[in-house]
């Protein structure tokens, strides 16, 4: 008798979000957030900022969508740079680090294009390990608890002022 070997596991991708993972990312943004979500000063920033779709990726096994992470173009002061959120990840894959991996290849895409800084709205204690801290003199377009507007910058850049349309 001959034993097949298994087949090895479908490889986690990570691909540029496109118009094909629509329904797929709005139903894990709802899971992930739920209705709430529309509430946020981070919706506040994507109801003026430009979506980046070619740094903004979405992670795929088995052509199931298991997390994503979008980036939009925006300023501070004169500064362009380039808003992250949301990042949203299926609640069986949390913990294993595929958030962070979402953000580190949107950052690295993000670098690669030239933007000087990545700002978010998020926990300091996820986001600090990878890279972002603080930024306190960065204004967002409604109520935000400082201590969450974060950033990760590439060069020396001053981050300060409101957030806005580029």
Same mark, same amino acid.
């Given at each position: 008798?001959s034993?097949?070997?298994c087949?090895?596991a479908p490889?986690?991708?990570?691909?540029?979000?496109?118009?094909?993972?629509?329904?797929a990312l709005?139903?894990?943004?709802?899971?992930?957030?739920?209705?709430?979500?529309?509430?946020?000063?981070s919706?506040? $920033?994507?109801?003026? !900022?430009d @979506?980046?779709?070619?740094?903004?990726?979405? *992670?795929v096994e088995? +052509?199931?969508?298991l997390?994503?992470?979008?980036m939009?173009?925006?300023?501070?002061?004169?500064?362009p740079?380039?808003?992250?959120?949301p990042?949203?990840?299926?609640?069986?894959?949390?913990?294993?680090?595929?958030g962070?991996?979402?953000?580190?290849?949107?950052?690295?895409?993000?670098?690669?294009?030239?933007?000087a800084?990545?700002?978010? $709205?998020?926990?300091? !204690?996820? @986001?600090?390990?990878?890279?972002?801290?603080? *930024?306190?003199?960065? +204004?967002?377009?409604?109520?935000v608890?400082?201590?969450r507007?974060?950033?990760?910058?590439?060069?020396?850049?001053?981050l300060?002022?409101?957030?806005?349309?580029?």
């Open positions: 008798m034993i097949q070997p087949r090895p490889a986690l991708d990570f691909v540029n979000e496109t118009g094909h993972h629509a329904q709005e139903a894990l943004l709802n899971r992930a957030f739920g209705p709430g979500r529309f509430a946020k000063v919706e506040r $920033v994507r109801e003026f !900022a @979506f980046a779709p070619e740094l903004s990726f979405v *992670a088995d +052509g199931k969508v997390g994503c992470v979008r939009w173009r925006v300023t501070i002061g004169d500064q740079i380039v808003f992250l959120g990042l949203a990840v299926e609640e069986s894959e949390r913990k294993h680090g595929l962070a991996l979402l953000v580190e290849r949107a950052c690295a895409a993000t670098q690669a294009a030239g933007e800084a990545v700002i978010l $709205v998020g926990d300091l !204690a996820f @986001f600090s390990r990878i890279g972002f801290g603080i *930024a306190p003199d960065v +204004g967002m377009p409604g109520p608890d400082p201590r507007v974060l950033a990760r910058t590439f060069r020396d850049v001053a300060s002022g409101m957030l806005r349309a580029r």
